[in-house]
């Protein structure tokens, strides 16, 4: 049997980076609300899972691309190049602290 703890911490490292990869290609603006609200809901997940650890550093990491993907109130930064290189540092964070340390 799998821990099931595993499998939730999978989603939330996984979920983003494919949403990130795939955001990568033109598409309607609705994809990349609903790249927001994923990236966004997962970076929560890492904060709150950091602030129990009292990993400030990785706390404030996860904190700032949580703010920086919201849907509520969207960040733009008008340059789907700079979207571009924002992301693949995202997918990069997501992947490197997939194990939750």
Do not use: H
Not at 45 to 58: D, G, I, M
Not at 61 to 84: C, Q, S
Request: proline share 5%; hydrophobic share 50%.
């Amino acid at each position: 049997m799998k821990n099931t703890t595993e499998d939730k911490n999978k989603v939330f490292w996984l979920a983003p980076i494919v949403v990130l990869v795939i955001g990568i290609f033109p598409l309607p603006l609705g994809y990349y609300t609903l790249s927001r609200l994923v990236v966004c809901a997962s970076a929560l997940y890492f904060a709150l899972n950091y602030y129990k650890k009292k990993n400030q550093t990785n706390l404030w990491i996860f904190g700032f691309i949580a703010v920086l993907y919201n849907p509520i109130i969207p960040v733009y930064l008008y340059e789907k190049a700079i979207w571009i290189i924002v992301n693949i540092i995202t997918i990069y964070l997501f992947y490197k602290n997939k194990d939750l340390r």
